[in-house]
């Protein structure tokens, strides 16, 4: 397992069993905890009561305590053991019934039924319990205690971001969440894995673009960010990704933007393809993260999303049993070697242009490889090749395409060539 | 049987004796009769000798009676027995000849033995029968008294119109031929369908589109109609169909416009594929009727055909087979049915533009199902995938193509969508 | 075989023998025999030092002998035998050395070993001899006497131009190269092919485009052309092909230009198409001839290949096996015929338009077959779909890729309708 792995792994265990909702003190605290080593990071509250185009930023949620006791005394369910047990926004309850009036607050999965299911209820007020099935045909008939201790009032939504500025204004946009109690592939693996992404960002000389990432809840905060910023938002990324889903160590997904044709998805379309990597192509169609609000008619950004294994295409999804050990090192380092190449792609993709006319003659530059091995013949099919498209209209990801060769591959070929001024950057 | 089935049918089995040609009064007789259901039906008659771009409306002809006489005496050939013996626009006769004689003007099909054919001659003055191949067989050498009494003269060409005006000017062009004597599919089913179209369409209350529908001959009738209102049917018309061989109960045919990209091959691909019918798409290359016309260059209007077995595509076509007992109520009315649903998305499909920015909250307008089964599931993905591409810049079936259902799905959605102020209709 | 295989066949065997590299006299004396031919033909030479782009005309070679003498006194290598012996622009050497020392400037093909290589060395002066590797493993350790007469001096490189004038100024550009000693395929097959397809086009009467033809040294030589004519080239060439491996009887190539969208390739592809051939479509990433240069950025002229077994595909290539046996007649008869058959659709290709709306009425002039059988059907199909086309925007080759008909099955059918007036040519 690759060092990074491990240590986005363990970001991820350090964060996992904080209790995090759209709002609440666990929310501040794993912003914290990531801005001890993104110093950088600036964290934002949003009034409960902000009006975001068509919704309206809930009241504050903060739970304490919650547990349901049995006939017998038994404390059978407890919050303090796993936060899943509790609908996410329930409000307080403290009360006796018995089973039949329970059983309409209680959640389970008959058809798996080690697992506690992850349920909310943000916009309905209202409270509930989630349990095993095998833990739920247990409990008998009888009188039970039903505790929840929880506040839901007037208070803030809270988010982070981060600016890396770089040789230009234009932007590549990265947008993570953190709004999911303690479970791991979704959603630990892609606050923790962008922390480690800013940082390999940040220690770039002087990047290209500049870089905006945000820490955000789902679904709300995506639109109340859209809401503040759609105008600068709109006139200078050029590509972007919502980074979800990225632990485990099955296959890679790729889940385009509206229209398929942004710059994001060239460059995730040629990472994956060029790259021995198995992954399943999803249609927009099968959307469910916050590509809703950043694709949306209007909005259009230019963002789309690169996964291990998609969101709800997975037994484990949105149950306990997404948990730590359904995530890994191995996973988490292939998803940010991914994402690292997306971003050297971003940086290395200008549109070039041939300075001289026919052929150069690379001998009298000393470009040609003195030896013939197979290897050097690759190399000189690439030079030719990259040459022979290199019209001031096709951008490095283009002729790569057309040349069917890595991008990578010709990096070291593009800095010769510039060196040697037989190349330009045209944009 | 569905009761419209029946009823074209029957109009179908009312207008098969008649004797039609392009001219003459059995298209008279056979409009009079449709008049009767469509009281606003305009005929009108065009004068031999009218010059129709590089076309001249012929003579008119009548015919009253024809026979063979053969050597014994026997009637074997009678025009009032079947109208498809006599070859169209033959001139009259009053002769005696040998059978070799004859045999130079009689008509068999020797792979069809039991079939008459239907041979006209309508741009060279000539003589024929038409018999089956077993009838002919059986003449024997000879004397044979031929007769034929029919008049070729100065006199008109003989069309009906009807506009049923709707809230725009921008029209839907429907045409339809009844040149042919008695044969069913091809073509009594045509106008039988159409007169019962229309019919429909003057029941909606008020339609989107004004509707202009013909009754015409073949060819000749297209290009006078064309000849003479060309300017306003190319700056009127949106999409029309040229409605012919749609009575049997066989396949759907798909014959496109000439560049298959007209208004109305978008309605005729958006029904065909996305009901549970068979069809088969053919070329423009395999054109055969007016459609001939209508997508010449110069001419170019967006009209294309939807078929049930398509002409020259079935052993009894042209011939004395293609009889009431080829076509049925069934195969009339799964005809009707997806006119009827062409009309009706022709109607419906406007360009929607969503008038929120990100996702529409629909919980709080009641726009949410409230309970969840596989059917409101299906209706929740229908909602949120045609918000996620109302971007003002694709019409109903775009979007219902990208989004992978049928259009008249989300009539109701939309319907609400406009209601609650959601969408907007762009044009 | 056609005769005209057999002509050309004829100047092959005439100029193999020849001794020719990108300079010299072996050059001068290849063209003056094609002049004796091509009486129009111009010789042009470009002095030593002259600078085409990125690359310098250099020195001219010339070779009088050459031969290696065994330890045993005999004559094991001669030039005069096999001019493929001395690699090509070796200098002088008259000198006794070791075998082991020789082996350094010994060439030959272990997997091939029947086959004397053919290698040059331009750009970096040295020596060196090629042999079969049967000869070489016969070779006997001791010393050897090694002598090469040759001159490496200021002179210059020689080509010839072969302008055929047209009714207008717009051309079509033919290159073909005779850099190569002798070899059949490649390349004695393209400069014999070129210059009976110029004895040709001389023929006909008036051709529509102007023709230029040039037979040049590869690559250096297209460098030069097109460094003194590149303004004039772009203004003026519509269409072109590098005619090169147009020899053997085996299959047809087609190597695009590189948008693989100019005319040539459009005329190529038809032509190939719609011929009962046999071909290979290669990619542009396979180019290894003077499209590397026509084709470049910036150059972009519209020049494509057509060829039999191109170069690098088959094993005799660049060997002393790509003799007069691995060319013949058949082949060479049959890339002529392509090659003509191009040269005609070009001059047949233009756009026309049907001036009469609607079908026009063909019988009244005509041109409407009287006997009905399957040949006349076709022919009937052909020109009411051409006509169903010829809306002044598509040209001769569209409208035939269209209605599925070869372009030259239309040439007398267009005939006919510029004579009755039914169309003009737009273009």
Redesign the interface.
Known sequence: MKNIGKKIYQLCKVLFPINRSITGDGVRKTLDIIKEQLPHLVLHEVPTGTK????IIPKEWNISDAYIIDPNGNKVVDFKENNLHVVGYSKSIDCIMDLEQLNDHLYSIPSNPAAVPYITSY??ETWGFCVSHNQRKKMVSGKYKVYIDSTLSDGSLTYAELLIPGEIKDEIFLSTYMCHPSMANNELSGPALTTFLAEYIQKIKKTRYSYRIIFIPE?IG??MY??KH?KYLKENVVAGFNITCVGDNNTYSYLPS?RENSLSDKVALHVLEHSPLEYKKYS??E?GSDE??Y??????LPICSVMRTKYAEYEEYHTSLDNLYYISGDGLSGAYDVYKKMIDLLENNYTY??N??????L??RGLYPTTSTKETHEIVADQ??F??????SLDLIDIAN???TPAWNLYDIINKFLEHGIISRVR
Chains 1, 2, 3 share one sequence.
């Not at 975001?52 to 919704?55: I, M, Q, S």
């Not at 001289?356 to 003659?361: A, D, G, N």
Request: with cysteine; proline share 4%; net charge positive.
């Open positions: 975001c185009f068509d919704w916009y309905k679904t995506s639109i859209l809401s759609l509206r927009f169609l959307r809703r609000q694709c949306s008619p209007g909005i259009d242009k041939c001289i006319l026919c052929e150069p003659q001998g009298k030719m090749n040459l022979a498209y290199c019209d001031g057309i040349i069917k």
